[in-house]
């Protein structure tokens, strides 16, 4: 049974950084392509960052420069970096695994239960 588990959101003021944190169990993350993708209320779910199975790592320009996505491999984990928060990052954030391994995006297989961000401004 697949299980991906985020932890690590909070509230943040603008201008701040919080790390977030998916752990998997049931499957191997660096078998897979994993992506971070966020939720704000009235809004279409977004990819705000992905890496593929080779370490390959992509990012909307929203995002670009402020969020970085890491695997570590001995934990299973894959892991996301923001710095420089805005108000806009404010979202539900998820963590997927997809089904591919490589670099071009395909739908989520497995999806974790969201951890809330909220940046204050």
């Known amino acids: 049974q697949v299980q991906l588990v985020e932890s690590g959101g909070g509230l943040v003021q603008a201008g701040g950084s919080l790390r977030l944190s998916c752990a998997a169990s049931g499957i191997i993350v660096r078998l897979n392509a994993m992506g971070w993708y966020r939720q704000a209320p009235g809004k279409q779910r977004e990819l705000v960052a992905r890496?593929?199975?080779?370490?390959?790592?992509n990012y909307p320009d929203s995002v670009k420069g402020r969020f970085t996505i890491s695997r570590d491999n001995a934990k299973n984990t894959v892991y996301l970096q923001m710095n420089t928060l805005k108000s806009e990052d404010t979202a539900v954030y998820y963590c997927?695994?997809?089904?591919?391994?490589?670099?071009?995006?395909?739908?989520?297989?497995?999806w974790g239960q969201g951890t809330q961000v909220t940046v204050s401004s």
């Open positions: 890496i593929s199975s080779g370490g390959s790592t």
């Open positions: 997927a695994l997809e089904p591919s391994k490589g670099t071009i995006v395909t739908i989520p297989r497995y």
